[in-house]
């Protein structure tokens, strides 16, 4: 049997600083659960501009099409603020994202018990917390068309369209139903079908991709009444399927539900692939934190979660996935935090490679 392979794009900022703690994390796998997975590493972003004057090369795009999977730290950082739109960082990951077609984004927000008392919502709130976001990732306003800045008369005008098709709909829809099945049964589609016809089709398009799953309880919501119910009482979620853009903001609202950023992690799939597994890239939700940048205080648990999930999804590794979600909920027991964890008085924060230490303690006393 071939080794899975995995293409590795740390990123700018905070990105090759976390994925330094993965990296030890999978060599660990390899070593003590014999579990070897073949490695290669590339640029993106910021560091593929500086390299090559592009965030991302043909080359490296043809990498990660013939991977197994794709682990991205983050992109982007004040030092490209002021490049061209087209070379900007973040066009580096929404090539990937459009060109590999991975439509479906799944942000789990699940919030450890060691945290809950750390939420900036109350613990009952959040205590047991486990939800699910599927966002639509490759279409609606981040790609449709006309897009741009153009003059009209003595002044300009930007433009971004919310685009989506019926198909794009049902396959994001289709995919977070599946979900739901092998969850709680529960589903509710956000939009804003009261002023958006995009909207409109969109829950058009859900209701009757659920005619296809009696057994799952579909509701709606509108995104804005979603973002509140989502900080009033987030446990009445379970799996929760919305667009683009407004994936993008629910799932920063959720992440803080557990505590910090840089606890999130997320999966980008697509189309199942020859060997049956979904084509995907892992990445987590938060960005490259310049504040933090080059300091040792980035958290690497949403990154060490990232390639939790791609043990899961695209290594057919579930019962080491657990095993390292598990030696993570164990060091957050033992009280280690890094300083974007600091609730408690008197706990001296570790460094982001002490956290990666006490992963790695905690994957030892799993043997
Ligand atoms: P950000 O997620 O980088 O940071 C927001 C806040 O959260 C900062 O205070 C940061 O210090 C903190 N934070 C984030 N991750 C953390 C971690 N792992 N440990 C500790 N603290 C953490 O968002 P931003 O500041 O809005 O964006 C900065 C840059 O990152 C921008 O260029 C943006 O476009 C880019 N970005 C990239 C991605 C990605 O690559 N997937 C995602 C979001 C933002
Ligand atoms: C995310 C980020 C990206 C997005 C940016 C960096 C392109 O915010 O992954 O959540 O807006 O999708
Ligand atoms: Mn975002």
């Known amino acids: 049997m071939t080794n899975p392979s995995l293409l590795i794009l740390p990123g700018d900022g905070i990105g090759p600083e976390v994925m330094a703690e993965v990296r030890r994390v999978i060599d660990w796998f390899g070593d003590k659960r014999g579990l070897t997975i073949d490695v290669s590493e590339d640029l993106v972003g910021g560091a593929a501009y500086d390299a090559h004057g592009v965030p991302l090369t043909d080359e490296t795009m043809e990498k990660a099409q013939s991977v197994d999977a794709v682990l991205l730290g983050a992109v982007g950082g004040p030092k490209y603020d002021d490049l061209d739109f087209s070379v900007k960082p973040e066009r580096g990951l929404l090539r990937l994202r459009k060109e590999m077609d991975l439509f479906a984004n799944l942000r789990p927000a699940q919030c450890f018990d060691a945290l809950a008392d750390f939420s900036s919502l109350k613990k009952d709130v959040v205590a047991g917390l486990d939800i699910m976001i ?30 989506y098709t019926e198909s794009e709909i049902d396959r994001v829809a289709r995919n977070a139903f599946e979900l739901a099945m092998k969850r709680s049964k ?86 199942p692939m020859a060997n049956g597994r979904p ?50 909920e164990q060091v957050l027991a033992d009280g280690v935090r890094t300083a974007d964890l600091l609730g408690e008085e008197g706990v001296t924060p570790v460094t982001t490679s002490e956290m990666g230490s006490a992963i790695l303690a905690a994957l030892d006393a799993s043997l």
């Not at 006309?146 to 919310?162: A, L, S, Y």
């Open 134 to 163: 599927v966002r639509e990732l490759t279409s609606g306003i981040y790609f449709g068309e006309p897009r741009g800045i153009f003059t009209e008369g003595n002044e300009r005008v930007g433009i971004n369209t919310q685009r």
């Open 186 to 271: 529960k589903l509710c589609s956000m939009e804003k079908a009261n002023v958006m016809e995009s909207g409109i089709l969109w829950r058009e398009v859900v209701t009757k991709v659920g005619e296809d799953y009696p057994e799952v309880e579909l509701s709606h919501m509108y995104a804005d009444a979603g973002a509140m119910q989502l900080c009033r009482w987030p446990k009445q979620f379970d799996v929760i399927v919305t667009d683009n853009l407004f994936g993008d903001l629910l799932s920063d609202a959720a992440a803080m539900l557990t505590g910090s950023l840089g606890m999130l992690p997320s999966a980008s799939l697509g189309a």
């Open 279 to 328: 084509k995907a890239m892992y990445e987590p939700v938060h960005g490259s934190a310049p504040d933090i940048a080059g300091q040792g205080k980035a958290n690497p648990i949403a990154c060490v979660l990232s390639f939790a999930m791609a043990l899961r999804y695209s290594f057919d590794q579930g019962a080491e996935a657990d095993r390292l979600e598990a030696a993570i």
